[in-house]
């Protein structure tokens, strides 16, 4: 018996690598397997229309899931619950058939997707886009491949379509199980190999679906468990679109702050016997790049215990011979485990993984003893026949159990005088043990019932997409096979769409207790408020000041009433960048003038990561081929040899509203007018269709607060060590290029309200160039406060009246400039006010308001000398009169620069 399960275990152990060319198999809508009360969706039109009929190929009931509420199709969904963590791989959709009387169907379709039932996802193709092709018609069924896979439970398909339209669907779901029983892993981000006269090699994450916050991920999972393992040349790539490294991530030796290692942490459904892991790893040591020299793994039981304190090391054998990729296993001795933190350490100045799987003893028996993999007709992936009944199912710990019972019971059976029972002696204890485990499976089944029911009962409310689900639509090739399928047997006609309308719901965002949620309130408590919301001498305020009887900063000082008191939320741009704060007289004249820009051909644009997200549009940094020649003589782009150039690309989504486009090319306009050395330009647009775009410089050095966060202060020891270094010299030439920058959107009146080290990006000869998308980057979310979901604020970099009013002018993109140059100064090691949470960063403001003294600044950096610092302490002036103009910092810091 032992020699049996031992047997099952290496054969399952052998087949726990997931390979997706083979990994499609049905799941089970067409033939039962997923049971009904498995399939849920938001809303149905009718009690024949409801989400049990969503099976492919079958026309019980009224032919199709229907939603409700047609008109609102965006906020429909329907849900399958697949019993356990699945790799899927693809997913076929059909529209209603009915008896041939239907003809309602989905023309695309988004996917979300949870592993717990809790966290949900967004698919997105390797492209970024995150709509899959439906269908054209009720008699075609069409299938898509998921480039990439997605490990999941739960999986929603959403209905994208358009207004008034009725939609139907039915589905099939096609993978295997994921017995690998990874749940997430945790790791710093990919980064970026640069090598002279070679294009840039990211060697980022680009599918992971997890948080990425301070440059590291985690809570997720993508690349290193897709099942595509990279080439033996890392610049090559399986996949399309691909960029040279995207196979693999990456990190540099030097560049961690980690005593040469990377440090990766994983976690599991439940807990598991480790018997080894994986690591599929580059070996091109003529590039730098070779296997970890060794590893340390320590375990954690469960999720509440402690890090065991022994660990499991292994060290590697080098190779300096073959620089092909490969596996190496990684033995963990059977230790029991629920998550794993593993330490790699640096054989050489690069370190590259493209695949980790792991092999466990508890839960690799399959569920479903046998499977009868049969072909299928019409080109269709092959499908998973139902185990026969009479086959019988076990888990792997119960069965362990079971023969431990029958070892006893025939030790303590075999006395030394008696001879061994016969085989019908040990029956009635093995029937025992298998009713015990039937009986045990029966109450699971039914307290699982009784909580979907009273789940259902919950969830009997309209439901709403969360914001993090909000995508765009990008231009991507097509991974859609159309199949001519037979027309099903005919049903009955089709009921009735209901209607629904859901209340938009709206927060305030003023943040402290009641006192200071009116800003009438404050301004009656401080003169220059109270006195800038009567008259002043600047006629309109700051939305239409008169530019001819007073400085922009004199206007913004002495007399500007609060910007966007009640609509804070316009902060955040179409694309989720940052959006200038433009007087209403500039951008008057902005929408008579023609954009300026050049129509770049889009065809020329080569997606290579997608920098940040917002509600009706992306940021991507792409690569753009041929622009120096298109741009010609006068460009604003350095002599590259007339090689492609990396930019950054807004896109606005197709489907946007019309608001949202008028935004997009007021933007469009506005960033036109900006020319300035130290302000990022706007090239060229791709406007002549949709989606609109538009195309600005990113430099080759990334933004400021990464680059200064990798390095250390220039001295002997970073010389003599090779360690990426800055002087104080080139400290303060940034700061004196960032106030030049400033000085020059002040003279237009613009305000920036997002000014800070992430929006700052320098190339190789460290000149700075002031950008807006900070704001929409993942990298750098926890440097934004959300407000209720409506609204993001970057508070630590914020004056307090930006806070409590709403305010922002020239003076408080002074205080952010403070906190910039405390950034620099720090070499971004640390988040402003780092020691205080977001909402005692809110009450600090409450204290600069209220100007008793009990206010906490920002301490001195080592770095930054003493007269500077003064200068930013009166940056940080609670009376915005006090605070200095950024031509005034601009000519106090240029003498710093040439001592």
Same mark, same amino acid.
């Given at each position: ?222 690349q290193l468990t897709d099942g595509v393992i990279g080439q033996d040349d890392f610049k090559l790539t399986r996949q399309y679109p691909g960029w040279p490294g995207y196979d693999y991530l990456g990190w540099r030796n030097d560049s961690l702050g980690t005593r040469g290692h990377v440090e990766m942490e994983f976690v599991f459904d439940r807990p598991r016997n480790f018997t080894s892991m994986k690591v599929h790893s580059n070996n091109m040591f003529t590039r730098g790049v070779k296997i970890f020299s060794s590893v340390s793994c320590w375990f954690k039981p469960r999720l509440a215990n402690s890090w065991e304190s022994d660990s499991v090391d292994f060290t590697t054998v080098l190779d300096d011979r073959n620089p ?66 009479? !086959?019988? =199912?076990?888990? $792997?710990? #119960?069965?362990? %159990? ?6 006893? *019971?025939?030790?303590? &059976? ?63 090739? !097509?991974? =859609?096979?159309? $199949?001519? #399928?037979?027309? %099903? ?6 009921? *009735?769409?209901?209607? &629904? ?399």
């Open positions: 018996m032992h020699l049996f399960l031992l047997l099952i275990l290496q054969t399952t152990a052998a087949l726990a690598q997931i390979d997706p060319a083979h990994c499609r198999y049905a799941l089970g809508m067409e033939d039962g397997r997923i049971k009904d009360s498995d399939i849920t969706a938001s809303s149905q039109s009718h009690e024949t229309t409801g989400p049990k009929y969503a099976r492919w190929n079958r026309d019980e009931g009224d032919g199709a899931w229907c939603p409700a509420w047609q008109e609102t199709s965006d906020s429909q969904y329907l849900q399958v619950d697949l019993g356990r963590l699945t790799f899927l791989t693809i997913i076929g959709t059909q529209g209603r058939y009915a008896r041939s009387s239907g003809k309602e169907f989905v023309q695309a379709y988004r996917l979300n997707y949870s592993r717990d039932g809790l966290t949900w996802h967004m698919w997105r193709n390797r492209r970024g886009n995150s709509e899959i092709e439906g269908n054209k018609n009720v008699y075609t069924s069409v299938i898509n491949d998921l480039h990439p896979p997605v490990i999941t439970r739960h999986v929603r398909l959403i209905p994208v379509t358009m207004l008034s339209t009725i939609i139907c669907m039915r589905v099939e779901l096609y993978g295997c199980q994921w017995e690998d029983g990874l749940t997430s892993y945790s790791a710093p981000e990919g980064q970026v190999m640069m090598q002279p006269g070679s294009p840039y090699i990211t060697l980022n994450d680009s599918t992971y679906d997890g948080t990425h916050e301070r440059r590291r991920l985690s809570g997720g999972l993508g092909s990729a490969r596996y190496v296993t990684v033995p963990l001795n059977r230790r029991a485990a629920k998550s794993l933190r593993c330490r790699f350490y640096f054989a050489d100045v690069w370190m590259m993984f493209s695949e980790i799987s792991f092999q466990s003893e508890d839960t690799l028996f399959p569920t479903q003893s046998s499977m009868i993999v049969t072909p299928s007709p019409s080109g269709r992936p092959p499908t998973v026949a139902p185990t026969p009944k009479s !086959s019988m =199912t076990f888990d $792997l710990d #119960t069965l362990a %159990v079971c023969v431990e019972e029958f070892d006893e *019971s025939v030790s303590t &059976a075999v006395s030394p005088s008696a001879s061994v029972l016969p085989d019908d002696g040990n029956t009635p204890i093995l029937i025992g043990c298998l009713v015990t485990i039937i009986l045990l499976l029966v109450i699971i089944i039914f307290l699982i019932l009784m909580c979907q029911c009273v789940c259902k009962v919950l969830e009997k409310g309209p439901r709403r997409i969360l914001d993090e689900e909000v995508t765009v639509r990008l231009s991507s090739c !097509s991974d =859609t096979i159309i $199949l001519q #399928t037979p027309p %099903v047997p005919p049903r009955s006609g089709h009921g *009735s769409a209901g209607r &629904a309308h859901a209340d938009t719901h709206y927060e305030r965002v003023f943040l402290l207790d009641p006192q200071y949620q009116n800003p009438a309130v404050l301004r009656n408590k401080l003169p220059e408020l109270s006195q800038s919301a009567e008259a002043s001498a600047c006629g309109g305020g700051y939305a239409e000041p008169d530019i001819t009887q007073c400085t922009p900063h004199q206007c913004f000082h002495s007399n500007a009433p609060h910007y966007a008191e009640t609509d804070i939320v316009r902060l955040q741009g179409v694309t989720g960048s940052n959006m200038y704060a433009v007087p209403a007289l500039t951008v008057d004249s902005l929408t008579r003038k023609d954009i300026s820009a050049a129509e770049f051909p889009r065809q020329r644009l080569l997606f290579r990561e997608k920098l940040g997200e917002g509600q009706f549009g992306e940021v991507h940094l792409c690569v753009a081929e041929g622009l120096p020649e298109f741009l010609g003589e006068g460009s604003p782009l350095p002599d590259r040899d007339g090689r492609s150039v990396l930019v950054a690309v807004k896109q606005l989504r197709a489907d946007a509203t019309s608001q949202a486009r008028n935004d997009f090319l007021k933007e469009i306009k506005i960033m036109s007018r900006l020319n300035d050395p130290n302000i990022i330009r706007l090239l060229c647009v791709c406007v002549s269709s949709d989606p609109l775009c538009m195309v600005t410089e990113y430099m080759e050095n990334g933004d400021l607060n990464m680059f200064l966060s990798q390095r250390e202060i220039e001295s002997t020891l970073t010389h003599a060590n090779n360690i990426p270094s800055v002087s104080l010299s080139d400290l303060l030439h940034m700061s004196v290029q960032i106030s030049s920058g400033m000085k020059y959107l002040a003279s237009l009146n613009f305000v920036h309200r997002d000014l800070a080290t992430r929006n700052c990006l320098l190339d190789r000869r460290l000149t700075i160039k002031i950008a807006d998308f900070g704001m929409s980057r993942n990298l750098y979310s926890s440097d934004y406060y959300r407000i209720q979901g409506r609204a993001v604020l970057p508070i630590r970099w914020m004056a307090w009246e930006s806070i409590l009013l709403g305010k922002f002018t020239t003076a408080s993109d002074v205080w952010a400039f403070g906190v910039t140059l405390w950034e620099i100064f720090t070499l971004c090691k640390e988040q402003p006010y780092s020691l205080l949470s977001d909402e005692q960063v809110i009450e600090n403001t409450g204290e600069f308001f209220r100007n008793q003294g009990r206010q906490i600044h920002l301490y001195a950096p080592p770095l930054c000398p003493p007269s500077l610092f003064e200068l930013m302490m009166r940056c940080w002036g609670r009376d915005i009169s006090d605070r200095p103009s950024f031509e005034g910092l601009y000519e106090a810091l240029r003498p710093h620069v040439s001592q």
